[in-house]
């Protein structure tokens, strides 16, 4: 919690794309390890350099493609941020689908079209993740029995007396 | 896009050309003088230009090696079923049900884990029951209250609990049942334009009987900084 006192927003950007980018880097150079490892001519010589090959000239394509992706969305996210003053799963799944647009702006509406619904569901999916994630977490770290009683002392006055007013003061 | 279609086209032709020098040098002219017509036809038609020219044989080797790969995969498994397609004996057609059916089982468990996650993520942004939607009404409330405006300075903005990767939009909350009804308590923050103050949102709804449907019980900030005070925004106990 204390190291959290700044505002994660800007920064992370940053982070989202760096992130992204060692995903896809590792992800697609295990994948087109074994792509470049089946392609190769047949002799585990021919076939381990041609891994390699693949993995040089394409797992940083891969990365950074997935760098846009992650530093377009989180981007949007900031900005919806920003925009809407609150952080709720909406602002994830709307810049999932606003990213996958944006990139396929260049092939015409109906991709774009297309790849925001992609994108949306994609973002969709993994916020449900998440949410699940957090619910299991939770229901893991607090134990809720202790707490029911009473209705938190904070607001210092009592049930059952029946005047409600606004402005308390201390 | 086509530089990079020709390069790889040209890089596996390589491959196959090798592969060739290995292995059936012979096949590959016969099956290559056979098809190169139509194939040279699709080639030129998709590419066009001197790139084309150069690179066609390239790109036909390719398609080739493509194509005879195919075919011979399910000659290999399936016994070739355009030579005699009644004779496929009991075990093959076992092996092939057997594949089927695990290929189905796959299918089906990912539809099903895709499912289950679009309907936990629907049921949290569109049920009005669900912690997100009260978090939503809860911070429209607190927006509209006098009193924290005047506390926060104007453009209130709430968030949740920070995660590790600097997400701040799953609040926290219990859900517990007294008396028979179902209860939430939600607690999350808030902060506006006076640097630094923070506020911390408690809330609690409790299930209306009749309805159904959640109502507040209260609402209150508590101002987390130094001169720490409480605003109730609303209580209805």
Known sequence: ??????????????????GAFTMGAIGGGVFQAVKGFRNAPVGVRHRLRGSANAIRIRAPQIGGSFAVWGGLFST????????????????????????????????????????????????????????????????????????????????????NHSHRGFGQYQ | ?????????????????????FRDSRAILLT????????????????????CEQRRGFSVDFRLNKERSKEKVPQVSVSGPHASPPVASAAQKVKQ???????????????????????VVFKELFSSSSPSKIYGKALEKCRAHPEVIGAFGEPIKGYGETTRRGRRQQVSHVEYIKDGLKHMRLKFYIEGSEPRLQGTVHTEMKENPESGKYEFRYIFVDIDTYPRRTIVVEDNR
């Not at chain 1, 919690?1 to 760096?18: K, N």
């Not at chain 1, 229901?139 to 009683?149: G, H, S």
């Open chain 1, 76 to 159: 949007i996210d900031c900005g919806l941020v920003r925009l809407r003053g609150k952080e709720d799963p909406w602002n994830s799944i709307t810049s999932g689908a606003m990213t996958g647009a944006v990139l396929a702006a260049r092939s015409g509406p109906l991709a774009m079209v297309g790849s925001a619904m992609v994108g949306g569901v994609l973002l969709a999916l993994i916020e449900g993740v998440g949410i699940l994630l957090t619910r299991y977490t939770a229901q893991q770290f607090q134990n809720p029995n202790p707490l029911v009683e009473d209705p938190s002392q904070l607001p210092p006055k009592d049930a």
């Open chain 2, 97 to 119: 049900a057997g594949k089927d059916f695990t290929y189905l089982i796959v299918v089906v468990i990912g539809i099903g884990v895709t499912g289950g996650l679009l309907y």
């Open chain 1, 1 to 18: 919690m204390e190291e959290y006192v700044r505002e994660p927003c800007p920064w992370r950007i940053v982070d989202d794309c760096g």
């Open chain 2, 1 to 21: 896009m086509v530089y990079s279609l020709v390069l790889q086209q040209a890089r596996c032709a390589r491959c196959v050309l090798h592969w060739h020098g």
């Open chain 2, 32 to 51: 290559a003088g056979k098809r190169a017509s139509p194939l040279s036809h699709v080639v030129t038609g998709i590419h066009s230009g001197a790139v």
